[in-house]
Each structure stands twice: as structure tokens, then as C-alpha cells.
């Protein structure tokens, strides 16, 4: 059981990342702007991680 407990938890990981890489390149594609781009990827990132603050 343990081990298919890790294994869902590790399943669900990749994922939630994948669904980051996915929203930050959606954004991305929204904009070319270069400091829009880093302010959302530093913003998802913020959330993905539940931090204050993150740099890029």
C-alpha cells in the first residue's frame, strides 16, 4: 500500500509541474514582452511552490 501511495503522490507531482509548464507557456505565447514572460513564470513558480518569493 505504501508504495502505491508513493507512487500516486509521485504521479500527481508531474502533473501538477507539468500543468505549471503548461499555464507559463500559454502566457508566454500571449505575450513577447520579456518582462511579462519572467514576471508570470516567477508569479506560476510563486504558487507552484507556495513562496514569497523566487527569482529567475
Keep these: 500500500m505504501d508504495e502505491r501511495r508513493r507512487a500516486r503522490a509521485a504521479l500527481q ?11 507559463i507557456a500559454q502566457h508566454i505565447r500571449q505575450t513577447l514582452n ?7 513564470t516567477v508569479t506560476e ?3 507552484f511552490l507556495m513562496v514569497e518569493q523566487a527569482f529567475i
Excluded at 13 to 23: H, K, M, P, S, T
Excluded at 34 to 40: C, F, V, W
Design 13 to 23: 507531482g508531474q502533473i501538477d509541474r507539468e500543468r505549471l509548464v503548461n499555464r
Design 34 to 40: 520579456l518582462n511579462d514572460i519572467l514576471q508570470t
Design 45 to 47: 513558480a510563486q504558487q
